[in-house]
């Protein structure tokens, strides 16, 4: 999933292999990778500035992450 940041622009992409990456208002990708929950999951932009993220697991239940963005890409 993708999210952008309505504040710098910035995009969050949740890939494949459960790695969040980030790209600045340009599309330049920035390193290091943000986060790594290590599992499939969505992400979303909370409104208070936080990044967080939805694991699933099935059977189980669901866990919500939530993740510091930084000040600068």
Not at 14 to 31: K, M, N, P, Q, Y
Not at 48 to 62: A, C, N
Not at 63 to 72: G, K, N, T, V, Y
Request: glycine share 14%; proline share 8%.
């Amino acid at each position: 999933s993708l999210v952008r940041d309505p504040f710098t622009g910035g995009v969050y992409v949740s890939l494949r292999d459960g790695s969040i990456v980030s790209f600045d208002a340009e599309g330049t990708a920035s390193t290091p990778i943000l986060a790594t929950p290590g599992q499939n999951g969505r992400i979303a932009y909370g409104p208070d500035g936080r990044l967080y993220y939805l694991r699933f697991r099935f059977p189980g239940r669901g866990m919500i992450e939530a993740f510091d963005l930084p000040s600068s890409l």
